[in-house]
């Protein structure tokens, strides 16, 4: 099973987006010339993140965003953010990001309802986040003019480290019970 595991290791490497289990299967029986089962894929990637546990690497296969990806782990994050601090240089805005949690939320949207909900134009907001890749045209509403709606893009999820769009905050998660009046029944 070494071998599986070097072409696995290979392939998740070389893939510029996280790779599907499917696409990794598929690859591998064509490659390899024989059948190789998902269950197989699964196992040798456990074994591979297991041997780079053992040996100390800083990165390991993680399944995120529908795939597999090598990631640095989380106690290097402090290092690798320093590094992405001073290699980025453009933030996206209060606004841009409020633009952008507007359409995770309520995608797919359009960019009137948008405005709708903030309360200011979003045409510039709208299009750095298209240029970032972080929201993509959905398609066009069913309604007078058939405007574009927008929602979050594969990049997004990558970038906020979710495999669904159903894995982002819920507003109960931000509840502060500090300000509940009353008391809540069991």
């Known amino acids: 099973m070494n071998i599986l595991q070097n072409h696995i290791q290979a392939l998740v490497f070389c893939a510029q987006s996280p790779i599907t289990i499917e696409e990794l299967q598929r690859c591998l029986t064509e ?15 456990e074994e591979i993140n297991e041997r780079l546990t053992e040996t ?5 296969i993680y399944a995120i965003g529908g795939g597999y990806q090598f990631l640095t782990k989380p106690e ?26 507007i359409i995770a939320y309520k995608q ?12 200011v134009g979003c ?6 986040l298209l240029e970032k890749e972080l929201i993509e045209i959905k ?17 997004f999820m990558d970038y906020f480290g979710i495999n669904h769009i159903k894995d982002l905050p819920q507003l109960k998660d931000f509840a502060s019970e500090e300000n509940m009046i009353g008391e809540v029944a069991d």
């Open 31 to 45: 490659a390899l010339g024989l059948e190789v089962l998902v269950s197989d894929v699964l196992e040798s990637i």
């Open 56 to 60: 100390g690497f800083a990165f390991q």
């Open 76 to 101: 290097y994050q402090d290092t690798v953010g320093v590094y992405l601090k001073q290699k980025s240089k453009k933030k996206l805005s209060a606004s841009s990001l409020e633009t952008l949690a």
């Open 108 to 119: 797919p949207i359009t960019r009137t309802a948008v405005e709708q909900i903030r309360g």
């Open 123 to 128: 045409d510039y907001a709208i299009h750095k």
């Open 139 to 155: 398609g066009k509403a069913d309604t007078i003019g058939r405007p574009v709606l927008y929602g979050t893009s594969q990049k």
